[in-house]
């Protein structure tokens, strides 16, 4: 049976491979007031020190100066993959954690559970299948989208939606967002039926950076496909412009030649 023992804070050490990373010193702050009065929460911890659940408590405490913590210690027979099991679901019991401290807390369930399921994993976390899958989305997108996404620029509903456009569209939905598209403005840009007959002969783009962007279409005119398509091709070309050390105003002149050779 697992026991209960009071340990010097030194004793436990965090273990790497926990989801969350971030721990506001704030919030740090006010925990460690309350557990200079009482620890209502024991820790739990191996025999080792190294914690399976509690590292917010425990850096709370450290913060504040307290010198010893109540901790369960699991039983030596604890296999560790029933160690990581206990870790990884009890962190994404948390209401705190970001949306992509949960992603990446399901993402080490499943590399836990080769082959394993989206509905197994709901049913192991006692969270709906459809839910999961929406989180786990994110797989689903490029690169750039899962980076903004790690850093703080972009929510679930956001990601949800590129998510469901293909590749060669997801660059163009994720500049919507970073220049100020809503979740619901990026869901109506997801739900435009490809290939939409509406055409316009001019794109005007007010962006709330003061910026004006102007697209204008030969023949027909632009359906909202060919304004992200357009969009797509033109950031990879300002992209390796940069990258070559040019200037907006070179790379102007460049982008008039490449249309001249067609």
């Not at 026991?3 to 925990?31: A, C, G, M, N, W």
């Not at 992603?103 to 590399?111: D, T």
Request: a positive charge; glycine letters at 6%; aromatic letters at 4%.
């Amino acid at each position: 049976m697992p026991t209960v023992l009071t340990s010097p804070i030194e004793f436990y050490h965090p273990d790497p491979r926990q989801p969350r990373k971030d721990f506001p010193e704030e919030e740090l702050r006010l925990l460690g007031e309350s557990l200079k009065k009482r620890q209502l929460v024991p820790l739990i911890a191996r025999k080792c020190g190294m914690l399976v659940d509690g590292e917010r408590r425990w850096r709370a405490a450290k913060l504040a100066g307290v010198k010893r913590l109540d901790a369960i210690l699991l039983d030596d027979n604890a296999s560790e993959s029933d160690v990581r099991e206990m870790q990884i679901i009890t962190a994404l019991h948390r209401a705190d954690l970001t949306s992509y401290e949960v992603y990446c807390g399901f993402q080490e369930w499943l590399k836990a559970h080769p082959g394993a399921t989206a509905k197994e994993l709901a049913t192991a976390l006692d969270r709906s299948e459809a839910s999961v899958s929406r989180t786990l989305s994110l797989s689903k997108c490029i690169c750039c989208v899962q980076q903004a996404a790690a850093q703080g620029k972009l929510g679930l509903k956001d990601w949800y939606a590129i998510s469901q456009v293909p590749p060669e569209q997801q660059e163009a939905m994720l500049l919507a967002k970073l220049n100020g598209a809503s979740a619901e403005q990026l869901e109506r840009m997801r739900r435009k039926p490809s290939g939409s007959t509406v055409r316009t002969s001019r794109v005007k783009c007010l962006m709330p950076s003061g910026v004006v962007v102007t697209l204008v279409g030969d023949g027909d005119g632009l359906t909202l496909d060919d304004v992200i398509q357009t969009l797509t091709d033109l950031l990879k070309e300002a992209k390796k412009a940069n990258d070559q050390g040019l200037d907006s105003k070179t790379f102007t002149a460049v982008m008039k030649d490449k249309a001249k050779a067609g």
